[in-house]
């Protein structure tokens, strides 16, 4: 069985939102941050590990005694960050593949990475969730990607084109949640510890 390691990715400034999504509740006080890592860790991963960067240790006091990295070139954007997570990982021999999932997709539930898992993990998985056919997260990312992956990540330009090209298998999860993002206090009432 392959061992599956969870990245949250959350080293953003949250422009838009007007603080890092990292430090953002939800209205009943629940962390977005670990929201996040229990979609990951209750989806199946055997690990997880969380990105951060505007928000420094802030971040971590939410989600004590998880393995985190501070990341000092976050402004660079989600490419950068996805790289820094990957580079950390790969000096893991233990992972077979990783799933990356973002701190700001409040409906996406544990569900989705079952899903995924479902459809198989391993060295040369390549697959990533779909909701009414529109690319979204988490995606499954096997070892065998991440150093071409790593090249060619720059600035704040995902994974995206990567798993296009490379046809990355699409599996269907609107009938779980829709997958949006947010990126604005007002659409989810977020705020600020």
């Known amino acids: ?35 996040s890592l229990g979609v990951l860790r209750n989806g199946g991963c055997d690990d997880v590990t969380v990105v951060l960067g505007a928000c420094g240790g802030r971040g971590a006091e939410l989600v004590p005694g998880v393995p985190h990295l501070i990341f000092p ?13 990957l580079r950390h990982l790969g000096a893991r021999p233990d992972v077979d593949a990783v799933l990356v999932h973002l701190v700001d997709l409040p409906d996406v539930t544990a569900d989705i990475p079952r899903r995924l898992l479902a459809k198989g993990a391993g060295p040369a998985t390549l697959s990533r969730a ?19 992956l790593v090249a060619q990540l720059a600035g704040d330009r995902g994974a995206n084109a990567y798993l296009r090209r490379h046809g990355a ?25």
């Open 73 to 85: 070139g976050w402004d660079e954007g989600i490419g950068a960050s996805l790289a820094h997570g």
């Open 1 to 35: 069985m392959a061992n599956v390691s969870g990245l949250v990715l959350a080293a953003g400034a949250g422009r838009r939102m007007g603080a890092p999504k990292a430090l953002m509740t939800d209205p009943d006080g629940t962390s977005w941050l670990a929201r």
């Open 130 to 148: 779909v909701y009414d056919g529109v690319p979204g997260h988490p995606a499954l990312i096997g070892r065998d990607h991440w150093a071409p």
């Open 169 to 193: 298998q699409e599996v269907e999860c609107s009938d779980l949640a829709s997958g949006l993002d947010v990126d604005f206090p007002e659409a989810e009432g977020g705020r600020t510890r």
